[in-house]
């Protein structure tokens, strides 16, 4: 019989992505990682809010808050700034953070694609 972690249960219930309504600014591509013995599960996710001064900010936050029953841990592996524009129904993903290097831009617009499925996500490694 196959049962699921309960560090898996939790992933699974984590939204690929969470940002700002609109505006520019910071995120982060984080992995959550199982710490569960034999359970070598993960799952990345994108995080980005107007209110952080710096792209740690986000990341303390964000990993505080799935790390506080045990079963996960977290990893920033990247950041850089998102362009969101609901009307036009756009974002855009470019830069980097001067903390955590550049995040994989490429695997953060699919994070957001599966959010935003009617939107054109784009990005670039252009700009900071």
């Not at 996710?45 to 045990?70: N, P, Q, T």
């Not at 980097?96 to 995040?103: D, I, N, Q």
Request: aromatic content about 10%; glycine content about 10%.
């Amino acid at each position: 019989m196959c049962t699921q972690t309960k560090a898996a249960a939790l992933m699974a219930d984590i939204p690929p992505a969470d940002i700002d309504p609109s505006g520019v600014f910071k995120y982060v591509l984080i992995r959550v990682h199982s710490r569960e013995e034999g359970d070598d599960s993960e799952v990345d996710i994108v995080r980005g809010y107007g209110w952080a001064e710096y792209h740690a900010d986000i990341y303390e936050k964000v990993s505080e808050e799935l790390e506080k029953g045990g079963h996960l841990d977290c990893e920033c592996i990247g950041g850089g700034r998102i362009k969101h524009d609901p009307q036009a129904k756009k974002i855009h993903v470019y830069g980097y953070s001067m903390g955590f290097g550049r995040a994989n831009h490429a695997v953060s617009t699919e994070k957001l694609k599966a959010q935003y499925p009617d939107y054109k996500v784009t990005w670039d490694n252009e700009g900071y």
